[in-house]
């Protein structure tokens, strides 16, 4: 799933291309892309797109009075669309507008999660965001070490919550975790004001990292493309340290890390008590 870097980055180019383009027509192409009924669609008709903008791992596009809110999900991208076909491949929805290329969202796979909100600008603290915690890039070391206080838990898991922190998924929580220096299950109840102010400062280097890379694409990418120095390099060597680089594996996804940097040097038993090997 596209996390912080990604969306930013599109929004940034998205902004650049579509600005000022004036809406024509929203049309979904099947009964779950609009997730919403009220305000209508035609109420952004006739204009122009302010910008796109980003909240947590959501694309905002701003018609003025009217929002669309758009979740990517897994598999979904909001692709510049210069062939406007009637049946395009994997689509969900599309904006028209008066002049120049649509943008089309698509979504590969059976799911069909992906999806668009259509809210009043003055609500945008309602659904969907509403359940969103603080922006990653927002939370100061004070912030985050009062949520620990509230919420004790791993380290990975409360990264990748997005009712405790915006932005962060499975990629940046296992970047951020190994750039800390700190197991990825350490309890966050039990960091120390010094491992806080280091978990702080790992979000904010691997966010402008990530962020840099995007901002050298035309295209959003994947986790899979971004750089980093665990995730998606499991068996391979840590670039820090030399170490083999582990992980722990659940259905849904994999925690990397390197045991020399991040758990003394102890191996975690790869199943889903993620315990130390003794």
Known sequence: MPELPEVQAHAERLTEQFRGAVLRQFVPFNFTAL?????????????????VGRRG????????PVHFVIHLMQGGRLLVDEGKSAKPRNGQARFVFQEGP???????????????????SDQLDGPPLHRLGPDA?????????????????RIHGFLRDQHHIAGIGRMLANEVCHRAKLSPFAMTGKLSPT???????????CVAEGLAYERTRSDMSSSADR?????????????????TIRSVSYSGYTVAYCPTCQTGGKVLADNTTSKFLK
């Open 195 to 205: 491992e806080i102010q280091s978990l702080w400062q790992a979000i904010h280097d």
């Open 35 to 51: 997730k919403t009924a009220v305000p209508r669609p035609d109420e952004a008709y006739g204009r122009p797109l302010q910008q």
């Open 102 to 120: 649509a943008l089309l969202l698509t979504e590969a796979g059976k799911e069909r999660r992906a999806g668009v909100w259509c809210v009043a």
């Open 57 to 64: 791992k959501y694309l905002l596009l701003d018609f003025g």
């Open 137 to 153: 890039l927002v939370m100061s070391p004070d912030d985050l070490a009062a949520a620990f206080a509230e919420h004790n838990q």
């Open 227 to 243: 750089p980093g120095n665990v995730h998606h390099r499991v068996g391979e060597t840590c670039p820090v340290c030399g170490d």
